[in-house]
Nanobody
Framework: QVHLVESGGGLVQPGGSLRLSCAAS????????MGWYRQAPGKDRGLVAD???????TYADSAEGRFTISRDNAKTTVYLQMNNLKPEDTAVYYC?????????WGQGTQVTVSS
């Protein structure tokens, strides 16, 4: 059984920063990709950023230039550094990991950007 455990969410003022972490535990085949999605109230869940096994990175347009995704050498932990946060970044952020056989999701961590 695989668990993705997220941490680092919270309340921050506009212009502030947060760093999300997601650590995988359990027994699993190595991931092909790890990343972050988010879902705001009344909206669909969408990609924020992901990083492949080879290090290829994709960012949503809204995250480009403000967010940075990275991964540890063991490729079981993924981070999302979020700078210059805006109220529209408010959402539940979900960690995602996938290998050849299945997709895994974390429980989600709330990020609220408000003054």
């Amino acid at each position: 059984q695989v668990h993705l455990v997220e941490s680092g969410g919270g309340l921050v003022q506009p212009g502030g920063s947060l760093r999300l972490s997601c650590a995988a535990s359990g027994t699993f085949f190595s991931f092909n990709v790890m990343g972050w999605y988010r879902q705001a109230p009344g909206k669909d869940r969408g990609l924020v950023a992901d990083i492949t096994n080879s290090g290829s990175i994709t960012y949503a347009d809204s995250a480009e230039g403000r967010f940075t995704i990275s991964r540890d050498n063991a490729k079981t932990t993924v981070y999302l550094q979020m700078n210059n946060l805006k109220p529209e970044d408010t959402a539940v952020y979900y960690c995602h990991a996938a290998n050849t056989y299945t997709n895994y999701w974390g429980q989600g961590t709330q990020v609220t950007v408000s003054s």
